[in-house]
């Protein structure tokens, strides 16, 4: 029952043994091709619980995650973030129980689920508000988009300056060319605003 990803009960009448009671969790339906999508992405992987180790690694294959660590007290999963860490890895978590609230804090990036309880939500940095892991691949994307945004927006904008700055203090004149004329100076510091803003309005057309 264990390998088939069920956590076994044991039940006794009176000291003696009378039953077994098998009890699993429903796998979402869309996790296995969510978790494919973000091992595409270049993303690493674990899944940390506190079930025990073959009910574990069943679900874990189930999921598609490979790097499974079982019977994981919360403490011990703050603990395994902080062990990333010191390998220089990035982390983030991502839990919606009392168990995960810990290891929530201590990752670079706590992603909690809204259907959760309110300690893991306060724990969080990102909430994923309908609580299936599509949300987190998005959130994902959507963090890479702006700060690849951020990048173009930083390399436009120092370029002008780089080119804009020297002109405007008069290079040019030194070389027997003109000085820079204030009104296209000013429109070319309209110019790199306009096109500073607009990039990042790019961020409007995302798509999850």
């Known amino acids: 029952l264990s390998a088939q990803g069920k956590t076994v009960l044991y039940l006794a009448v009176n000291g003696e043994f009378a039953a077994l009671l098998a009890i699993a969790d429903q796998l979402k339906s869309e996790v296995p091709e969510a978790v494919a999508r973000m091992k595409a992405m270049g993303l690493r992987l674990i899944m940390l619980t506190g079930d025990q180790e073959a009910?574990?690694?069943?679900?874990?294959?189930?999921?598609?995650i490979d790097q499974v660590i079982a019977g994981v007290l919360p403490e011990d999963k703050a603990a395994k973030i902080i062990e990333l860490h010191g390998q220089g890895l990035r982390t983030a978590m991502v839990g919606?129980?009392?168990n995960d609230a810990p290891a929530l804090a201590q990752a670079d990036i706590g992603i909690a689920m809204g259907t959760g309880i309110d300690i893991a939500i306060e724990s969080g940095d990102v909430v994923i508000m309908k609580g299936?892991?599509?949300g987190v691949i998005t959130a994902l994307k959507l963090s890479r988009?702006?700060?690849?945004?951020?990048?173009?927006?930083?390399?436009?904008?120092?370029?002008?300056?780089?080119?804009?700055?020297?002109?405007a203090a008069g290079l040019l004149t030194l070389f027997g060319g003109p000085a820079l004329n204030q009104m296209i100076a000013g429109a070319a510091m309209a110019l790199?605003?306009?096109s500073v803003v607009s990039n990042a309005l790019r961020l409007r057309g995302f798509k999850g």
């Open 132 to 134: 299936n892991l599509d």
């Open 55 to 64: 009910t574990a690694r069943a679900i874990g294959a189930q999921a598609g």
């Open 145 to 167: 988009a702006v700060m690849r945004n951020i990048r173009q927006n930083l390399f436009w904008a120092f370029g002008y300056n780089v080119i804009g700055i020297p002109v």
């Open 96 to 98: 919606d129980g009392i």
């Open 192 to 194: 790199s605003s306009v």
